[in-house]
């Protein structure tokens, strides 16, 4: 087995818009170990596959950027649309500001400066609760009680060892937070968790 990144670099496929592979209509980041006779098609970022991909990093560093600013503030989903990305939160207080976006934005922009690797990790379903148990994500905690038993729990995370944020998530990802360039957050809107009131 060999991570994806590895691999393509191997075959002289891992052009800097490469973000991804495609393996038997499955999508895998170049962060996912793969046998290597696998035979894989490269997913590019201008691609609707690759667009997705960027989109949903986008949202783990706003998430990222959210928590930076206001500690104790929940993470639920963060999934790419066909028009952007989305995040629900549940913050103490209440929902954000348009000048909170504006400083979201800015925190956004000071972490893909930072330049750091998404990098994924599997973990077992008991370590999984513990450590969002430790960090009273408690969304987290119920969504790894609804996956089937013998999926793999895996993490992304990013940063430095000592300022790192991290997330329970399938992925795929983008190569690193530097590969973000473009963002712009575009609206706050309320929801209810599961819709219930």
Not at 102 to 119: C, D, L, Q, S, Y
Not at 151 to 172: A, V
Request: proline letters at 5%.
């Amino acid at each position: 087995m060999k991570v994806v990144g590895e691999l393509l670099k191997e075959k002289g496929l891992l052009d800097k818009d490469v973000v991804a592979v495609s393996v038997a209509g499955k999508t895998f980041d170049l962060h996912t170990p793969i046998d290597e006779k696998t035979p894989l098609s490269v997913i590019r970022a201008s691609d609707p596959a690759g667009l997705a991909i960027v989109r949903h990093s986008t949202a783990h560093v706003m998430a990222d950027a959210v928590q930076r600013l206001f500690p104790g503030t929940k993470v639920t989903f963060g999934p790419a649309t066909d028009e952007g990305f989305y995040y629900d939160f549940q913050k103490e207080g209440g929902g954000f500001t348009e000048d909170d976006l504006r400083t979201i934005e800015e925190t956004m922009r000071a972490v893909v400066k930072k330049n750091t690797p998404f990098r994924r990790e599997v973990i077992s379903r008991d370590d999984a609760i513990r450590l969002f148990d430790t960090k009273g994500e408690t969304f987290k905690v119920e969504h790894i009680g609804n996956i089937p038993t013998g999926e793999d729990i895996s993490l992304y995370k990013h940063g430095t060892p000592d300022d790192e944020w991290l997330d329970l998530c399938e992925g795929p990802h983008v190569p690193s937070t530097g590969f973000l360039q473009a963002i712009k957050l575009t609206h706050v809107a309320g929801a209810y968790w599961r819709g219930d009131e």
